[in-house]
């Protein structure tokens, strides 16, 4: 068997001159496009981004005939018009004859408000599959669909599909297959009435005889984009011959003041408002009907009564996310463990078989180390990803984005960036890689801008071990009331600075917060196990690769240039005489120990001395008189720097720097007890720190997948200055506070 899906399917296609076909799935948000696409290439799929923006590519092969067919999963959208970049998306695509028929996926319960997206692509003359999804739910519904006298209506094949259990599919495949091979359709022409009909004729016959953009779009498509006042396709004609955009946009004018002085109304919602009008009409006379006493979205509005109630929605949703970090570090702490335990006894093997020096040092202390703090959050991203999935898929994710609009709609945000603010460690233990990637679901440029700049101030799982460790030294009975406290921290910097950046340099109009609440249905195991391992893959290259050169960076700058040996020289014969000691008295003799505890220590002030001249130390010095107003010292600017690049080698970096040795995120009790004992720390250091950690530069790769989002250099360098500036500001103030209040 091959290892692409076979499907059974006329041998005649019509396949592009390279031997390719591709056929491309189009569909509204929860129509099951996904399930659809899953369905038919299952794990073979590549995900990117489209050229110049950052809305998903998905692209996925299957054979026909022992040939290729690629199958393209367009971006979720409710229509073709210009208004997302979804929409623009999928309207290039589809114009560009990139694909030559499309299987739309419609919601069998709900064909009007589907059908529009189905309606505008026949308006371009591309050839159409109606693909009428989750059928199993319209019965259960008892909903029945005359397919086949809608399609006679239509022109066009409508089948039914069941996209779970894959019903459907290969019926879907073979007509779109065969539509391919007849070629472009005609255009549908739909009356727009006596007011707009004479001009859109009109100008199609001018747009015609001059040949205007006719190669890439029908004459009678480019005519109805004018009228609607479309800025793109404005804009292709204005480069393609002015002088006719001139007068097609002066005849757009009159007709547009027509219409608003007749029927008070523009002329793109008197042409939306025919379509529908258009799809009604199709769906009379039998064409869909309901059985009596069943309605398929009473469970999912008794729910809602419940679920998005105004007192007890927000503590449902409280109570929920909590369950969902909880079940991910339970549940996730013992692969985690795994695969630190396997880390673990890597390092350990190299140490054994590498000989000691330099090599061995890199190895086991910069990349195995590095990495393995790294990959092991991956068990944790994988159930955080696959829980998420979940209620994504299952409705109620919608809901929270719901409910949560309002409150940030005040700091000038949208609702649906309740959700990245959550993948990023909102509710302590996420991270701000998968969170920023989030911000893609949100329309607005400027909200998703402010959204993206902000994200890194929650408690990821990096900054986690510092809070963790400072809490236990220095508060050990309010450490719970700490953590949480540093939480909403995050929380309350994110609003105030995205409000501040709303109202300066990222302003713009709000977007309508305008979204469908889906019906709630279960999930499917496929679904779930494909955006798991679509998020990990990503985040295990972006993340994994990434650090392997972060790691042997600051290897290298902790280790180079090695202490001159006039310095070491002293320790070398100290601990010499201290080894030659503990030789001369027996095992397990008292005695023994004092003496190896010296030698312990004078091994440790080697590592200190040997630290403070290398490049790290000499930054670290060179940093400390600009740090000193929050409370920390050259060691501390140590870790801090190297939090730049990775906030997992804070905790780390600190244990070397204090001299203890390469120290364990997971088991931080040694280094807290030298903070503590350590005359330059106290509980304002501490507090100092927390927050200055809680807000500085984000590290490394969430800067990279910054600029990707972002699209500039320019944000990646505001984040690090603006953030590292408000952190400064934040943690002198609470130090110097700290220093009033406990002294």
Known sequence: MSAVRQFNNPDDANFNADGKLRIALAGNPNCGKTTVFNGYTGARQHVGNYPGVTVDRKEGHITVGGKQVTVVDLPGTYSLTAYSMEELVARRELAAGNVQAVIDVVDSSALERNMLLTVQMLEMGIPVVLGCNMMDEARAAGIHIDMEHL??????????????????????????????????????????????????????????????????????????????????????????????????????????????????????????????????????????????????????????????????????????????????????????????????????????????????????????????GVVSFVPLILIMFALISFMEDSGYMARVAYMMDRIFRFFGLHGASVMPYIIAGGIAGGCAIPGVMATRTLRSPKEKLATLLTLPYMTCGAKLPVFLLLAGAFFPDNAPTVMFLIMITGW?????????????????????????????????????????????????????????????????????????????????????????????????????????????????????????FSVAGRLGKAVEPATRPMGFDWRTDIALLAGVAAKEAV??????????????????????????????????TALSLMLFVLLYSPCFVALVVIRQEAGSWGWVAFSIVFNTALAFAVATAAYQMGRTVWG
């Open 151 to 372: 399609g006679e209506l239509l022109g066009i094949p409508v089948l039914p599909m069941v996209a779970r259990s894959g019903e459907g599919l290969d019926e879907a495949m073979a007509v779109a297959i065969r539509l391919a091979q007849e070629g472009k359709a005609n255009a549908l022409r739909i009356s727009y009435g006596s007011d707009i009909d004479p001009v859109l004729l009109d100008m199609e016959k001018r747009i015609e005889d001059s040949g205007l953009l006719t190669k890439k779009y029908m004459p009678h498509w480019i005519a109805l984009k004018i009228l609607e006042g479309d800025s793109e396709i404005m804009s292709e004609v204005r480069a393609a011959n002015a002088a006719l955009a001139e007068e097609l946009e002066g005849m757009r004018k009159k007709a547009a003041a027509h219409v608003r002085s007749t029927l008070n109304a523009n002329l793109e919602s008197i042409i939306t408002d025919y379509r529908y009008g258009f799809i009604r009409s199709l769906l009379r006379d039998g064409i869909v009907t309901q059985d009596a006493g069943k309605d398929r979205l009473a469970l999912s509005d008794k729910l809602d009564k419940v679920l998005t109630n105004a007192f007890l929605g927000p503590l449902i949703m409280i109570g929920v996310l909590y369950l969902m970090f909880q079940v991910t570090f339970t549940v996730g702490d013992y692969p985690k463990g795994w695969v630190e335990d396997g880390f673990k006894w890597l390092g350990d093997t190299c140490t054994m078989l590498l000989p000691e020096g330099f090599a061995q040092s890199l190895i086991v202390d910069g990349i195995i180390a590095g990495v393995g």
């Open 492 to 612: 309350v910097m994110a609003l105030l600075v995205a409000r501040l950046l709303r109202s300066s340099i990222v302003k713009g109009e709000a977007t309508p917060f305008v979204m469908e609440l889906p019906p709630y249905r279960m999930p499917t195991l496929m679904s779930l196990l494909l955006h798991c391992w679509e998020r990990a893959w990503m985040y295990l290259k972006k993340a994994g690769t990434v650090l392997v050169a972060i790691s042997i960076l600051i290897w290298a700058a902790m280790t180079f240039p090695g202490l001159p040996e006039d310095k070491s020289a002293p320790f070398d014969a100290q601990i010499a005489q201290l080894e030659e000691k503990i030789a001369a008295i027996p095992e397990g003799d008292e005695a023994r120990a004092p003496i190896e505890e010296e030698l312990g220590n004078v091994r440790n002030e080697l590592k200190e001395e040997a630290l403070a």
């Open 651 to 684: 905790v780390a970096t600190m244990g070397t720097a204090y001299a203890m040795g390469d120290q364990d995120p997971e088991d931080a009790a040694p280094l807290a007890e030298r903070l503590k004992g350590d005359e330059a720390w106290s509980k304002a």
